[in-house]
């Protein structure tokens, strides 16, 4: 029995479908995010992984399907009531979205101060707390300008968990990181979620330090999720797709080129013009 | 033919639909509970950036222009012996059309411009959707304060405006070209009536205070996250608030001075 339907699920994505135009991102995505455990959406560029986060987040409305955290349909509810659902969630952003006119001390601070009414010396004392996890206390004062892209991920990362979420989304964190900033946020990701028990979704491509941390993955590609299952699972797995994907093979059933018209035919009718 | 048609329809649909968006920017914006703990302190910074920041502009700009009227209308009007009008002349223009016109392209210009390219800005950045996902409102925490520091703001600076083009006048008026002083203040004081001339003015300047800072903030929300979209967003809005502006001044003298 799979990991997903053996444990409890706090989102519930079924028939999801999405255009951008006429471009088709979704065409029918089922998924089920197992509560308290790491997520990992994984597949090639452009298939949509980001596109899905912010369908979680409800940033965007489906064509089709729907997407429910505990039961709650995302994309039916008040707009007052996804801004108190978006308070259970925290997002990593592949920018890191630090305010720019706020200091680190700031930032980390920001969710607290909009949605509590703790004294000030007790935001202070959490600030501080999420800022020593992810290694950056000493940075409090820093404008997000000064900071390295490394460190601004894990400024956002200390932000994305102020409230203590039930959810964390990851959208690409270690993209454009160097190896040694890619190792520090993999241990953060595994610790942080370990020690807070909250659900983690990470969006990447990036397999092996994906693999290592994450404890189910489901494979995306042409609009549609064409493998699931723990990280072993899938490295076993023989089908072409996912064989390509998992060994970074350049070409296969994801095609290298971008259109397959004739190349020759292609040449002929500029030489004929 | 048939295609042409379609084109036009789809780009008549796309500017509804666009201003069909920019009402509900300012709706969700403005319309909502009361938070004014919360909203003061961001009302206060925004006031400082869009009207304290714009001082020197209006003020510089207002000098100039009522400078510039007083020796117009001196050259003019010595002609016919009726130099002493020149105070009348100065006033009127400026209340009536050139305060609140001239203060609102250069509010589109400064303040206009710098809104929707921080807003873009902020969009390209993530920091909009950042805000979304922290549970906050970005229309609500950083649309409102800017949409009301710019209604709030641009009538004061045309008041300005049209303080510091009557004194440019006078200075240029009574000390450089010999006016008599008395004349100049006293016929300004018969002529310019306070509910048609002041108030017309100043709500002039409360409407275009709202187009510009609508289109301003609109544009920078609505812009595509790149910086070709946020560089025609920022041009979009000078073109679209001075456009506006022009044709709104027209509207509103003819329907506050049309029967005179």
């Known amino acids: 029995m799979s990991i997903n339907n053996s444990l409890e699920s706090i989102i519930d994505i079924r028939g ?55 039961g ?100 690409e964190p270690f993209t454009g990181q160097d190896p040694i900033a890619k190792g520090v946020l993999v241990n953060l990701i595994r610790k942080i979620n370990q020690a807070l028990g909250h659900t983690s979704i990470i969006v990447s491509h990036d397999i092996q330090e994906t693999m290592s941390i994450a404890d189910y993955i489901y494979l995306l590609s042409d609009g549609q999720v064409i493998a699931s299952g723990t990280p072993q699972a899938l490295l076993s797995d023989k089908t072409d797709q996912v064989q390509q994907f998992m060994q970074g093979l350049p070409d296969g059933p994801v095609p290298f080129h971008f259109s397959d018209d004739d190349m020759l035919e292609d040449l002929c009718a500029q030489e004929k013009r | 033919m048939l295609n042409q048609f379609g084109s036009l329809g789809r780009a008549m649909l796309d500017r509804l639909a666009g201003i069909g968006r920019a009402g509900g920017v ?36 207002g000098l100039f222009i009522g400078m510039v009227l007083g020796l117009q209308g001196y050259t003019i009007l010595v002609d016919y012996g009726s130099e002493q009008a020149v105070g009348q002349m100065v006033a009127l223009s400026l209340v009536r059309e050139l305060a609140p016109v001239v203060t609102a392209l250069l509010f589109a210009g400064r303040a206009g411009s710098a809104l929707t390219a921080e807003i873009g800005l902020m969009k390209a950045t993530e920091q909009l959707s950042s805000l979304e996902m922290i549970g906050v409102d970005p229309l609500r925490r950083i649309v409102a304060p800017r949409l009301w520091a710019g209604f709030i703001c641009m009538p004061v600076l045309a008041i300005i405006f049209a303080m510091v083009g009557i004194w440019g006048g006078a200075l240029v008026s009574i000390e450089w070209l010999g006016i008599f002083e008395g004349s100049f203040w006293s016929n300004m004081q018969n002529s310019v009536d306070f509910s048609e001339d002041v108030l017309n003015g100043v709500i002039k300047a409360i409407v275009f205070g709202i187009v510009v800072t609508w289109i301003a903030v609109f544009q920078g929300y609505d812009c595509v996250p790149t910086s070709e979209g946020i560089s025609q967003a920022t041009t979009r809005t000078v073109v679209y608030s001075s456009l506006a502006v022009l044709a709104l001044d027209f509207i509103l003298t003819a329907l506050m001075f049309g029967d005179l």
């Open chain 1, 16 to 70: 999801l479908g999405f255009s951008r135009g006429a471009r088709q991102i979704f065409r029918h995505v089922d998924m089920k995010i197992p509560r308290g455990k790491i997520t990992a959406i994984m597949g090639p560029s452009g298939t949509g992984k980001t596109t899905l986060l912010k369908l979680i987040g409800g940033q965007l409305r489906p064509d089709a399907g729907y997407v429910k955290i505990d």
């Open chain 1, 72 to 171: 709650l349909d995302v994309h039916r509810i008040s707009r007052q009531q996804l801004f108190t659902l978006r308070e259970r969630m925290g997002m990593l952003f592949q920018s890191g979205a630090l305010f720019t006119d706020m200091s680190v001390y700031e930032n980390v601070a920001f969710p607290i101060k909009v949605h509590t009414e703790l004294p000030e010396d007790m935001i202070r004392d959490i600030v501080l707390l999420k800022l020593q996890a992810v290694g950056l206390r000493g940075a409090r004062d820093l404008m997000p300008s000064e900071l390295s892209g490394g460190m601004a991920r894990r400024v956002a990362l200390a932000r994305a968990i102020a409230l203590d979420p039930d959810i964390v989304m990851y959208d």
């Open chain 2, 26 to 61: 300012v709706w969700q914006s403005l319309v909502a509970k009361p938070t004014p703990v919360v909203m003061f302190p961001l009302l206060l910074k925004q006031i400082y950036f869009v009207g304290v920041l714009s001082l020197v502009i209006i003020i510089v700009s």
